[in-house]
Nanobody, 113 residues
Framework: QVWLVESGGGLVQPGGSLRLSCEVT???????MGWYRQASGQAREWVAT???????TYADSVKGRFTISRDHATSTLYLHMNNLKPEDTGIYFC????????WGPGTQVTVSA
């Protein structure tokens, strides 16, 4: 069984920064990992993906502000978020793509003055 657990969310002022982490428990082949987010009352949207060979892609809304990275030794996934805006508010979910797709429970990020 594989579990994902996100951490690092919280309340931050506009222009601030946060670093989200996603720990992988269990052994599984990982083809790619990514971050998604869901604002209240809206559909879940893709934020960023990193492949097994560290190829990174970002949604246009976060490009230049967010950085996805992964510690291959521990399989921990990170999302460094800078210059946060109120529209970045939402629940952030970690996703693993391998033989199956695994989701974490999410961590809340609130950007507000």
């Amino acid at each position: 069984q594989v579990w994902l657990v996100e951490s690092g969310g919280g309340l931050v002022q506009p222009g601030g920064s946060l670093r989200l982490s996603c720990e992988v428990t269990g052994s599984i082949y990982i083809a790619a990992m990514g971050w998604y987010r869901q604002a209240s009352g809206q559909a879940r949207e893709w934020v960023a993906t990193i492949t097994n060979n560290d190829y990174k892609t970002y949604a246009d809304s976060v490009k230049g502000r967010f950085t996805i990275s992964r510690d291959h030794a521990t399989s921990t996934l990170y999302l460094h978020m800078n210059n946060l805006k109120p529209e970045d508010t939402g629940i952030y979910f970690c996703q693993l793509t391998g033989p199956s797709t695994v989701w974490g429970p999410g961590t809340q990020v609130t950007v507000s003055a």
